[in-house]
């Protein structure tokens, strides 16, 4: 293992040309595990349905429309940063998109995305061309490029996407699912299969996060939101290889976050994966998990999203707590351990953010 646990953006430095304000932005800085004036705040599912500006959004447009117009996306990213004060937006899109766009049909009803499930290996054979997919999400790359084109010149915008294992998992059970046994079964009993499957969103995933990074996304973040399923050994045989190679596909200097929800027992892999920062949810201690990690590794965390709907006494209480035991370490963006929940009050949560910033404050 190399000395410097991070030798692909520390060793890039500001290879891609980041104007110097976005570069030495606090939420940059951390990323690169450097000092920082007060501890860099953003959150996942910041625009969202909490907030009054993206009910109103979604008044004019249906989901997956809103996900096709860039300018409506920037609109969502950009009114939801400004109003919580955060120190980064993200592109306002949906990790499912890449399935649509490789031919699995997709919609959104009232209890969540509903896919056509891939049956088998032929299935899996007829799927579209990956770069041909992914050049047909061109409308998120413009999304970034609104978004950027918004945004203070201090302000990263963080463009995702989906691991592939994850949107492997949503293309075989056409869902989110209990016990994810479709996809268990699918896995173990056709391994060839299975690799190609992921080898094709892999290239897709790949071909979107280098489009976001040109159009100017400073950071990116991989969701392997359902990678907690699998074991030690599963994860590490049948999905961290194809992680893995989505991150070294992000051009050099572009720092990478890779997060996955029930991951306790999976952080020392998400390391494994080549990023610059762990993003670690709501279970675990967050010193803990970071003194698991390699050293000079940064973590993104953990505050349990429901700690939002508590009186603010005790949400401050809490999160002073959070903040008291990685105090002194460098490399920590604060976050919560998942999405932002509908039933938040969006002042309670720009209170939040505000605080984490005073109660660092160097």
């Given at each position: 293992?190399?000395?410097?646990?991070?030798?692909?953006?520390?060793?890039?430095?500001?290879?891609?040309?980041?104007?110097?304000?976005?570069?030495?932005?606090?939420?940059?800085?951390a990323?690169?595990?450097?000092?920082?004036?007060?501890?860099?705040?953003?959150?996942?599912?910041?625009?969202?349905?909490?907030?009054?500006?993206?009910?109103?959004?979604?008044?004019?447009?249906?989901?997956?429309a809103?996900?096709?117009?860039?300018?409506?996306?920037?609109?969502?990213?950009?009114?939801?940063?400004?109003?919580?004060?955060?120190?980064?937006?993200?592109?306002?899109?949906?990790?499912?998109?890449?399935?649509?766009?490789?031919?699995v049909?997709?919609?959104?009803?009232?209890?969540?995305?509903?896919?056509?499930?891939?049956?088998?290996?032929?299935?899996?054979?007829?799927?579209?061309?990956?770069?041909?997919?992914?050049?047909?999400?061109?409308?998120?790359?413009?999304?970034?490029?609104?978004?950027?084109?918004?945004?203070?010149?201090?302000?990263?915008?963080i463009?995702?996407?989906?691991?592939?294992?994850?949107?492997?998992?949503?293309?075989?059970?056409?869902?989110?699912?209990?016990?994810?046994?479709?996809?268990?079964?699918?896995?173990?009993?056709?391994?060839?299969?299975?690799?190609?499957?992921?080898?094709?969103?892999?290239?897709?995933?790949?071909?979107?996060i280098?489009a976001?990074?040109?159009?100017?996304a400073?950071c990116?973040?991989?969701?392997?939101?359902?990678?907690?399923?699998?074991?030690r050994?599963?994860?590490?045989?049948?999905?961290?290889?194809?992680l893995?190679?989505?991150?070294?596909?992000?051009p050099?200097?572009?720092?990478?976050?890779?997060?996955?929800?029930?991951?306790?027992?999976?952080?020392?892999?998400?390391?494994?994966?080549?990023a610059?920062?762990?993003?670690?949810?709501?279970?675990?201690?967050?010193?803990?998990?970071?003194q698991?990690?390699?050293?000079?590794?940064?973590?993104?965390?953990?505050?349990?999203?429901?700690?939002?709907?508590?009186?603010?006494?005790?949400?401050?209480?809490?999160?002073?707590?959070?903040?008291?035991?990685?105090?002194?370490?460098?490399?920590?963006?604060?976050?919560?351990?998942?999405?932002?929940?509908?039933?938040?009050?969006?002042?309670?949560?720009?209170?939040?953010?505000?605080?984490?910033?005073?109660?660092?404050?160097?």
């Open positions: 293992m190399s000395s410097d646990p991070r030798p692909r953006l520390r060793s890039a430095g500001n290879r891609q040309g980041l104007p110097p304000a976005l570069w030495g932005s606090r939420f940059l800085r990323c690169r595990g450097e000092p920082v004036e007060a501890t860099p705040v953003w959150l996942m599912r910041q625009a969202g349905r909490y907030l009054p500006s993206y009910r109103a959004l979604r008044t004019r447009h249906s989901f997956l809103l996900c096709r117009n860039p300018q409506a996306c920037a609109e969502a990213a950009l009114t939801a940063r400004a109003f919580l004060e955060v120190d980064a937006s993200i592109v306002f899109s949906d990790i499912l998109l890449v399935l649509e766009a490789l031919g049909p997709l919609s959104f009803a009232g209890d969540g995305p509903q896919l056509r499930p891939l049956a088998d290996a032929a299935a899996i054979a007829g799927l579209r061309d990956p770069l041909q997919a992914a050049a047909d999400l061109g409308f998120v790359a413009e999304a970034v490029r609104a978004t950027v084109a918004g945004s203070p010149p201090d302000i990263p915008c463009g995702f996407a989906g691991a592939p294992f994850t949107l492997a998992a949503y293309a075989l059970e056409g869902g989110a699912s209990r016990g994810f046994l479709r996809t268990k079964r699918f896995l173990y009993a056709e391994p060839v299969a299975w690799q190609q499957l992921c080898e094709r969103l892999s290239a897709c995933v790949s071909a979107l280098c976001q990074v040109a159009a100017g400073a990116v973040q991989f969701f392997d939101s359902w990678a907690g399923t699998l074991s050994a599963d994860y590490a045989e049948y999905a961290l290889p194809y893995q190679r989505c991150v070294q596909a992000v050099p200097g572009i720092a990478v976050i890779v997060f996955a929800t029930g991951s306790t027992h999976l952080l020392e892999l998400l390391a494994e994966s080549g610059d920062v762990v993003g670690v949810d709501s279970g675990p201690d967050l010193l803990s998990a970071w698991r990690l390699p050293p000079g590794l940064a973590v993104q965390g953990n505050l349990d999203p429901a700690w939002l709907l508590a009186p603010w006494n005790l949400l401050r209480a809490r999160t002073r707590e959070l903040l008291d035991r990685v105090r002194g370490r460098a490399g920590h963006i604060a976050n919560l351990g998942h999405g932002v929940l509908k039933d938040t009050d969006p002042w309670q949560a720009r209170a939040w953010v505000r605080y984490v910033h005073e109660a660092t404050r160097r």
